[in-house]
């Protein structure tokens, strides 16, 4: 697999992380029709996106992880070269998540890509028009990197099972923002695999994705509600526009410990021991496992063999999961939550608050003495809220836990620094007479 030296200046699309886009190059040998712009949501907390271009509709109702095939876009002149206004919002709501301006020009097709949270959406812009034609028995790849998770990824395509041990990227260094240039690739059945820069940490894994021979295309890597995982949509260069989403077949979890057995527990995941001597208050890191339903066991360490909770749960695609355990060793319970690790708006980090003790009923969280949550059960968590943070994580936060709907304290936990960008939760674990509180990064 070698890269090839292209006919033609390719678009370079500034940083990702800028809240806009740009074009450079120039897309050659393309007939003098009206330009065509492909468009793709990739904001994974909207439900829907819309996407005006100099004022006319473009995309509307655009699900997450949408893809439209090349459409006329009506705004642009007959001749030559415009700017023309792209203006981004999700959910059917009126304020605009990304306003940016890019120059279309007449007989060029492009790809517009809205990416990242809600709370920080962005946007690309490149050109799709090439003029390179690979020959039989090949086809030409390109990466377009758009996740938050990574700076740079690697991406290998190989025969499925293969060892990446020994095994040297087809596109290395895939850096946040940038179109690499094209690879020329031989036409075969891949496993396709995606690993941050320079390791052998796989992050997404497809075991069968098929390239059309002689065709062009660009692979998009984008970020989900995962720290770390992410998947891939695979964009075709051709008369239409075609595209197709592959879910990635890894999922994450991790694991807390907030159970009053006496010795550390030990996590077995489809009947293979996982996670090893987890201690009371203790909060695993994120364990990658394959995407779908599994079944979850804890053994107390001093007593192998012996089951102490056995649950089915089901972990989606790219996502992550944190698995509670709480209560006594014969009345152990657990909580499956739905882990949010997308990046929180600028200057600020995202905290929830989880009620992992048995027996205190509910609840009210105080946030530097204003109630911010009520009523939290045993057993269940807050939503997410934002707060302000800053990159040194000298901005502190105290948090106090009373009984629901009364003014009993029950905990405090004083002085918490919060560095932006992050996501935390906060357990409050233990018997309600001796309730202790952990702070843990989830990423």
């Known amino acids: 697999m070698i ?12 940083s990702a992380m ?54 006329d876009i009506a705004a642009a002149p007959a001749t030559g070269s415009t700017t023309l206004e792209f203006k981004v919002s999700v959910d059917g709501g009126a304020t605009t998540l990304i306003d940016t301006f890019n120059t279309i020009s007449v007989g060029l097709d492009y790809t517009f890509i809205a990416s990242g949270p809600v709370e920080a959406a962005h946007s690309s812009v490149f050109l799709d028009t090439v003029t390179l034609i690979p020959d039989g028995g090949t086809f030409e790849l390109r990466v377009v990197n758009v996740a938050t998770s990574t700076n740079s990824v690697d991406i290998y395509l190989t025969p499925p099972g293969t060892d990446l041990s020994a095994t040297a990227p087809t596109i290395s260094g895939a850096a946040s923002g940038i179109i690499t240039p094209f690879t020329l690739v031989n036409t075969s059945t891949y496993e396709l695999r995606i690993t941050p820069n320079a390791t052998k940490d796989v992050i997404f894994d497809v075991p069968i994705v098929n390239f059309p021979d002689k065709g062009i295309a660009q692979l998009v890597v984008y970020g ?19 595209g197709q989403n592959y879910d990635n077949t890894l999922a994450a979890f991790k694991f807390v410990n907030a159970s009053s057995v006496g010795a550390p527990l030990n996590v077995f995941v489809d009947g293979v021991l996982t996670l090893a001597n987890i201690p009371f208050a203790g909060v695993s890191s994120y364990q990658k496992v394959s995407a779908g339903q599994h079944s979850i066991s804890v053994q107390s360490s001093a007593t192998p063999g012996s089951i102490l909770l056995s649950l089915v ?5 790219a996502s992550d999961s944190s698995i509670v355990v709480s209560g006594a060793a014969g009345t152990l319970q657990g909580l499956v939550l739905s882990d949010n690790n997308l990046p929180a708006g600028f200057l600020r980090a995202k905290v929830r608050f989880i009620n992992a003790s048995p027996d205190l009923a509910a609840m009210d969280v105080y946030v530097n003495f204003a109630k911010t949550f009520s009523g939290v059960a045993s057993n269940s968590g807050s939503p997410y809220t934002e707060l302000v943070a800053d990159a040194l994580g000298s901005t502190t936060y105290q948090f106090d836990f009373n009984l629901a709907g009364t003014s009993t304290k029950v905990l405090t936990i004083p002085a918490v620094p919060l560095i932006t960008g992050k996501t935390y939760s906060v357990y409050v674990v233990g018997p309600a007479a001796a309730l202790q509180g952990v702070v843990a990064a989830d990423d």
Do not use: K, W
Not at 26 to 39: I, K, M
């Open 3 to 14: 890269t090839r030296r292209v006919f033609c200046a390719l678009l370079i699309c500034l």
């Open 18 to 71: 800028l809240l806009g886009s740009c074009n450079s190059g120039e897309g050659v040998g393309a007939a003098a029709h009206t330009p065509r712009l492909r468009v793709i949501n990739l904001i994974p907390n909207s439900t829907t996106m819309q996407l005006t271009v100099g004022g006319s509709v473009a995309a509307s109702g655009l699900p997450y992880q949408g893809i439209t095939e090349y459409m």
């Open 224 to 242: 989900t509600f995962s720290s770390q995982l992410v998947d891939a949509a695979v964009l075709n260069i051709d008369s239409t526009g075609t």
């Open 313 to 317: 749960t089901s972990l989606g695609s």
